[in-house]
């Protein structure tokens, strides 16, 4: 990812937020437009009893701007249902960009929770 002119990785996003109270797991992506301007998503799964609330993302950004640099502050953090893994356990980034960038998807096969995947590939970011 680049936007904001700073380059780096969803690692730097998960490091940031790991341990965080009530956060369950994420996975954050780049979204492009037609000028591929690009803006950063990050996608939320909370523990039950946990809601995102304003207050909460408030403290993801600080938290995240603590650890990193603002320029790692998300655009966008959005609940979601669950996030995609593959059968390795790995966290499926790659994916959830391309239905987000409404790009083909060919390997949706590999996920382990597909019920996931709807959400992803009708999820409504709004104008950018």
């Known amino acids: 990812m680049n936007p904001k002119g700073a380059?780096?990785?969803?690692a730097d996003i998960d490091f940031a937020l790991e341990g965080f109270?009530?956060?369950?797991?994420?996975?954050?992506?780049?979204?492009?437009?037609?000028?591929?301007?690009?803006?950063?998503?990050?996608?939320?799964?909370?523990?039950?009893?946990h809601s995102l609330t304003d207050e909460v993302k408030e403290e993801i950004n600080?938290?995240?701007e603590t650890h990193q640099t603002y320029e790692h502050v998300p655009d966008i953090i959005m609940e979601a249902p669950d996030i995609p893994y593959n059968l390795t356990g790995k966290k499926l980034n790659g994916l959830v960009k391309k239905f987000i960038n409404k790009k083909?998807?060919?390997?949706?096969?590999?996920?382990?929770?597909?019920s996931c995947l709807e959400f992803f590939r009708n999820v409504d970011l709004g104008e950018f």
């Open 62 to 64: 600080k938290t995240i």
């Open 7 to 10: 380059r780096y990785n969803c």
């Open 21 to 49: 109270p009530g956060l369950k797991d994420s996975v954050v992506v780049s979204q492009y437009n037609e000028d591929m301007d690009e803006r950063v998503i990050l996608f939320v799964k909370m523990f039950p009893g």
């Open 104 to 114: 083909p998807v060919l390997n949706a096969e590999i996920v382990v929770n597909p």
